[in-house]
Every structure is written in structure tokens, then in C-alpha cells.
């Protein structure tokens, strides 16, 4: 079955860097693309990133743009955030999640979660 | 950008059907997809392309969606159906993933 575990969440400071880690199995990896998206506390779902199935294509949402990189390794079945210039609005649970694309974009299978706490 | 819109809650009696809307400038020409999420749970996929059901999701869930407003509907509502659900498009024109508010359902 579709599995999916993100890792690499903790407590940060701001303007610091952070990296997500997100391991798949169950599917073949290279074949999807694949999102990030969070969750502030309390709040609702914010989308943040989304890859294609190389490196060809990417997007983000406008309040990461320029400060968050989407990436993967293919080869490990591995999904990569790396969050630099970190922001106290950045604070929520970081989910990965399997792309799938039927007259646009969705996620059909979503991993636990990571806590990102970006603090003083 | 385009804007998503949801009540926040919704309650129902157990047994009969819910129906949770997400409003959106010509929402049917998109494609409307449904997430339930319940505390401690991973997110699940329960209505895709408006009214596609992944497998293992009963069929009391279904949805529509036809001019300005998407619906998911539950029938036979049970208190297990309890949860936060979210809306969500690919709005083509910025290719952003856009995602509504999240309607709490309570069962009462």
C-alpha cells in the first residue's frame, strides 16, 4: 500500500533553514509527482509546492516563493523541502503528499505530517 | 487568485445525509476534489473530479458540482463521518493547487 513519512521538523528560529524529508513506498515513485502542503495550528490547508515526476517542472505558492525549494531523489524514493529564511507564519504541520492529475492537480494519498516551529 | 468558499460547520442527525458546499467564480468548469480529515488521522481522498470515488470509500460519499457550487454528499451520516473537509481545484491560470476554507461536520 501507498505509504508516505515525512521527517525533519522541529523547533527553528527565525530566518533560519530547515529541511523536510518525505520517504515513499508501496508505488513507484518516479512515476508521480508529488506536493507539499501545511497546516498552521488550527487553520486550515495551505498548499506549498508541487514537483513533477523529474525536475522539469515545479510551483509554489506565492508566500514560499523564492525562500522554499521542492526536490526529490528518485532514486531513494525520497521528497525534499528545503525552507530557508524562515518566518513565524511558517509554523504548521508540513504534509507531503502523492500528485495525481485529472483535469488539474490533486493529492491522492497524504502522508502523517511534520511539525515545523519557527520560534525564539 | 481564485478563492474557494466553505462554511465553517455544519451539523446533521445521524442517519440522515449532509451536504457541504464550496463555492467558487464558475466552479463547474473545474474539477473539484473532497479531503476529510480527522484529528490524529492521515488526510483521505474521499471525492475526486466531482464525483469520482477513490476505492474503499463507502458509497454514501458523492458529490456534484454545476455552476458556482461544488457539493460532497454524505447519506446515512454516522458519527464516524465526524471530521474537518476540505474542497480543492488546480486553478490553471496561476497553476496554483487552491484549497477552500474546511467545513467542521458535526454529528449531533
Known amino acids: 500500500q501507498v505509504r508516505l513519512v515525512e521527517s525533519g521538523g522541529g523547533v527553528v528560529q527565525p530566518g533560519r533553514s530547515l529541511r523536510l524529508s518525505c520517504v515513499a513506498s508501496?508505488?513507484?515513485?518516479?512515476?508521480?509527482?508529488m506536493h507539499w502542503v501545511r497546516q498552521a495550528p488550527g487553520k486550515g490547508l495551505e498548499w506549498v509546492a508541487l514537483?513533477?515526476?523529474?525536475?522539469?517542472?515545479?510551483y509554489y505558492a506565492d508566500s514560499v516563493k523564492g525562500r522554499f525549494t521542492i526536490s526529490r531523489d528518485n532514486s531513494k524514493n525520497m521528497l525534499y523541502l528545503q525552507m530557508n529564511s524562515l518566518r513565524v507564519e511558517d509554523t504548521a504541520v508540513y504534509y507531503c503528499?502523492?500528485?495525481?492529475?485529472?483535469?488539474?492537480?490533486?493529492?491522492?494519498?497524504w502522508g502523517q505530517g511534520s511539525l515545523v516551529t519557527v520560534s525564539t | 487568485s481564485y478563492v474557494l468558499t466553505q462554511p465553517p460547520s455544519v451539523s446533521v442527525g445521524p442517519g440522515r445525509t449532509a451536504r457541504l458546499t464550496c463555492g467558487g467564480d464558475?466552479?463547474?468548469?473545474?474539477?473539484v476534489h473532497w479531503y476529510q480529515q480527522k484529528p490524529g488521522q492521515a488526510l483521505v481522498l474521499v471525492v475526486s473530479?466531482?464525483?469520482d470515488r477513490p476505492s474503499g470509500i463507502p458509497e454514501r460519499f458523492s458529490g456534484s458540482n454545476s455552476g458556482d457550487t461544488a457539493t460532497l454528499s454524505i447519506s446515512r451520516v454516522e458519527a464516524g463521518d465526524e471530521a474537518d473537509y476540505y474542497c480543492?481545484?488546480?486553478?490553471?491560470?496561476?497553476?496554483?493547487?487552491?484549497f477552500g476554507g474546511g467545513t467542521k461536520l458535526t454529528v449531533l
Open positions: 473530479a466531482d464525483s
Open positions: 464558475n466552479i463547474g468548469s473545474k474539477s
Open positions: 514537483m513533477w515526476l523529474d525536475r522539469s517542472d515545479m
Open positions: 508501496g508505488f513507484t515513485f518516479g512515476s508521480y509527482g
Open positions: 503528499g502523492r500528485a495525481f492529475h485529472d483535469n488539474g492537480w490533486y493529492v491522492d494519498f
Open positions: 480543492q481545484v488546480w486553478d490553471i491560470y496561476t497553476e496554483h493547487v487552491v
